[in-house]
């Protein structure tokens, strides 16, 4: 029995094979958790995608939830759910930190970034329509409101993580008005934090730098509009083994909701070869956000050694052999 109550979202395809491996290894560490799980298979309410009130209120109570990959649902109209999450609970700062697993070879060393994407609107306003036949508009949407709140969560961050730099990642040359906005916010909010360094990038270079020399971001927390976020953290993931191995954290006001950057996988799903790291490592980001950061540590350390510990401890993505569940006792076997 635990001190806390967290919401579980197991999710779709793998969701639930590796949801179960987070819990196994949580409850081998001791980690003084109860699960409380929830469904989100939503309904349309008036053409929006909807998700059911006793998850939601689940969400709002415990205020910090991990879940897992999520498909969008088949039928009309309806938006994608892991947006949907994202809007219903203003999760408006999306962490996504990438760091070189040490014995896990890649043809990059020492990858160490940090990246935060705004996660409320930009290109995923949804705000789309047909002009006349053959001509059409989707609406990129930026507010100053919006800009400042994922700014300063990225100046803060970089306040309480050492680094000395806050970088802007944007393409302000060409859209003058929208990422124009959003580097002007920075350079506002940048006043109120005289001890960190703010820079500016465009997206493009970014990308040259990150895919040449991406030492070169080990001291910046990287900051940017919605759709260069999702771009650039599949881009990270890369750089260090893929997505298997990247976590992230979804931040609001009100409640955090933890998950792991992939998506569903369905053309592995319920084999068991699915690779738990990145829910993982996104519950190790829970548990230090909610101050368990000794726990974080112990199973962290249990997962980099598992799978610095060679092929057969690895799970096919990272040119393993290891199911799901060896993976999973070999971490254990590690706390
Ligand atoms: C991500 C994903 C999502 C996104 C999809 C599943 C809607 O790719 O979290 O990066 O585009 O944001
Ligand atoms: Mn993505």
Not at 134 to 158: M, N, P, W
Not at 174 to 179: A, P, Q, Y
Not at 200 to 220: I, M, Q, R, W, Y
Request: proline share 6%; glycine share 8%; with cysteine.
């Amino acid at each position: 029995d635990g001190k806390y109550t967290v919401t579980l979202v197991p999710g779709d395809g793998i969701g639930p094979e590796i949801s179960q491996a987070v819990q196994d290894i949580h409850a081998a560490a001791g980690v003084p958790i109860d699960w409380e799980p929830v469904d989100v298979t939503p309904s349309l309410v008036n053409g929006i995608t909807t998700i059911p009130k006793p998850a939601v209120s689940s969400i709002y109570k415990n205020t910090v939830a991990l879940k897992g990959p999520l498909a969008t649902p088949i039928g009309k109209g309806h938006q994608s759910l892991n947006l949907t999450l994202r809007r219903t609970f203003g999760l408006f700062a999306n962490v996504r930190p990438c760091r070189s697993i040490e014995g896990y070879e890649t043809p990059y060393k020492d990858v160490d970034t940090v990246l935060i994407r705004e996660n409320t609107e930009g290109e995923y306003s949804g705000i789309e329509h047909v002009i006349i036949p053959g001509v059409v508009q989707s609406i990129k949407l930026i507010t100053k409101k919006a800009s400042t709140r994922v700014i300063e969560y990225a100046f803060e961050y970089a306040k309480s993580n050492n680094r000395p730099k806050v970088l802007v990642v944007h393409k302000a040359s060409i859209m003058k008005m929208s990422d124009g906005l959003f580097v002007q916010t920075a350079r506002e909010v940048a006043q109120k934090y005289p001890d960190i360094e703010l820079g500016t990038e465009l997206l493009d270079n970014t990308c040259l730098k990150l895919a040449s020399n991406p030492e070169l971001f080990s001291d910046v927390v990287m900051v940017m509009p919605n759709l260069y976020g999702d771009i650039l953290s599949d881009l990270s993931s890369g750089l260090i083994g893929g997505l298997g191995l990247t976590p992230s954290g979804n931040m609001g006001e009100k409640v955090a909701i933890f998950e792991a950057v992939h998506g569903s996988a369905p053309d592995i799903a319920g084999k068991g070869l699915a690779n738990p790291t990145a829910l993982l490592l996104s519950s190790c980001m829970m548990l230090r956000h909610m101050g368990l950061g000794d726990y974080a540590e112990k199973i962290q350390n249990a997962v980099l050694k598992t799978i610095a510990s060679g092929p057969e401890n690895r799970t096919r993505d990272l040119k393993g052999t290891a199911s799901t569940q060896h993976f999973t006792e070999a971490v254990i076997k590690n706390l």
